[in-house]
């Protein structure tokens, strides 16, 4: 029954990229550690799979409409591939326990979640398409005063790539935002470069956990096509219901989602110090059998 579940749930992955164009990637590590049961590292590394083949699969249509900017792709994939790679090193870390990585990851879709409200409630302002999107994202992303911008750039492709590394987010969140502001990108070709952007992050990070956790291919092979079927059927119902309208009331799944990964982060942190305390306890009365006889008489 959890396999079924957790399938479906791909299925919805896919579906909520076909509809909104974005955010449900963020859905793939949850399902996988709480439904299927996968430890957090693997996961991690099994979603920049399913993230990385859904993203070249929604690549397609915007390469075919030449809406892909393979130069400025290069500049700041270079520093997003080399982020990913650090992230999944870093990853590798003593320091960094899987509810840290986890607490990261509640971070990050927090930050989806609210950037998603925001742009729901900027809707209401009649503007045309081209403009809308473009406001939305120029009051989302302050830009910074600099004078080389591309040097922002690369920073900020270095540290999104980090975070996609350590926690498994694509970050097309902030991506495309700095492809329009520091990029001089225009917004539908922005898109179409952060997908590609996105796949190559992927491939990166993936590197960077090869070797380092065990991966169960069958299950990637298995959520890549639910989650595959599912962005072909949001794409078809895109027809009929307007996505944008559905992102207010993502953004606020989304923070329902992270409560509960916190939630749960929570408590498996606070298991292993009972456990330890336990352990403690049983050394004591080991060591103090005398002491711990008189206790009892």
């Known amino acids: 029954m959890m396999w079924i579940l957790g399938h479906i749930l791909a299925t919805g992955i896919g579906i909520s990229l076909g509809l909104i164009g974005g955010g ?54 270079s520093a997003t591939m080399l982020g990913a790679f650090l992230g999944a090193k870093i990853a590798g870390l003593p320091f960094v326990t899987d509810n840290l990585q986890m607490l990261l990851f509640v971070i990050m879709m927090l930050i989806a979640a609210s950037l998603m409200i925001k742009r729901s409630l900027q809707n209401s302002t009649k503007l045309s398409s081209e403009d809308h999107l473009e406001n939305i994202k120029i009051e989302v992303y302050q830009p910074p005063v600099c004078q080389y911008c591309w040097l922002w750039l690369l920073t900020e492709g270095l540290g999104v790539g980090i ?10 969140f902030a991506i495309v935002p700095a ?24 491939i990166s990070g993936f590197l960077g956990y090869l070797g380092q956790v065990d991966l169960d ?6 959520f890549v096509i639910a989650a595959s079927l599912g962005s072909f059927f949001g794409a078809y119902l895109s027809q009929f219901i307007d996505g944008k309208k559905l992102q207010k009331y993502f ?11 916190l939630f749960q982060n929570q408590s498996q942190s606070a298991s292993p110090r009972k456990k330890s305390a336990l352990n403690w306890q049983d050394k004591v009365t080991i060591l103090n059998p005398v002491q711990t006889a008189q206790h009892n008489l």
Request: aromatic share 8%; glycine share 14%.
């Open 179 to 202: 492809l329009v502001i520091l990029g001089k990108t225009p917004m539908k070709e922005a898109i179409g470069t952060s997908l590609l952007i996105l796949v190559v992050n992927a």
């Open 163 to 172: 975070l996609t590394g350590l926690v498994g987010v694509g970050g097309g």
């Open 251 to 261: 953004g606020y799944f989304l923070i329902a989602v992270a409560a509960f990964v």
């Open 24 to 77: 449900g990637s963020v859905l793939a590590l949850p399902i996988l550690v709480y439904v299927m049961g996968v430890p957090t590292k693997p996961a991690i590394a099994m979603t920049l799979v399913i993230v990385g083949t859904v993203s070249l699969i929604g690549l397609i249509p915007h390469w075919k409409k030449g809406n892909i900017n393979f130069k400025k792709a290069f500049i700041f994939g």
């Open 217 to 222: 291919w069958n299950l990637i092979g298995s």
